[in-house]
């Protein structure tokens, strides 16, 4: 609803994202910073080569950047807690002034070249159903460490008052 100019006020808890979660599987800040630009320059790469352009979609993605729902995550949550690095490297592109890298990996690339009803020519897309991730957010990060995944996923870890948590919000 969002992509057409209806942002709806949405809280979502523990979302599941699409990519690998580095969060878990690295401790190296500097070896997640690298392993989601090398991964943000392949797409960008696939993305040109299939002659998408960042201004494709881009209305529908500044109408979804328009929207920014509430997402509750746990670091601890492979599910979800890539989220919080997906968030900190957009920031980290625009800081190193790689945004153009980082608006031509907005497109799904697995969706161009293995859905569109089983078409995987870049003319028998849309552009619109290829943007993915979200643009802007507010994120409550739980930093409470537990011994198990349920907890770390459970919708009950937000109704403990002395939850460890920190909260920021992220723009396009």
Not at 62 to 70: D, F, G, Q, T
Not at 130 to 151: E, G, K, R, W, Y
Request: a negative charge.
């Amino acid at each position: 609803m969002a992509m057409y100019g209806c942002p709806v006020e949405s809280y979502i808890f523990n979302p599941p994202i699409s990519l690998i979660p580095l969060e878990q599987l690295v401790e190296s800040e500097e070896l997640k910073c690298a392993v989601r630009l090398i991964r943000d320059i392949v797409k960008a790469g696939i993305a040109r080569v299939l002659d998408l352009n960042e201004g494709q979609g881009s209305h529908l993605f500044m109408n979804l950047a328009s929207w920014r729902p509430h997402l509750f995550v746990n670091q601890s949550d492979p599910i979800c807690s890539e989220y919080i690095g997906y968030f900190n490297h957009r920031d980290d592109m625009g800081e190193l002034q790689l945004g153009r890298i980082e608006r031509l990996a907005r497109y799904s690339i697995r969706k161009i070249l293995f859905g569109g009803g089983g078409q995987s020519s870049s003319s028998s897309y849309s552009s619109e159903e290829h943007l993915h991730f979200l643009p802007s957010a507010f994120v409550m990060v739980n930093t409470f460490i537990s011994p198990d995944f349920q907890t770390d996923h459970g919708i009950h870890q937000w109704w403990n008052p002395m939850l460890g948590h920190y909260s920021y919000q992220f723009n396009v």
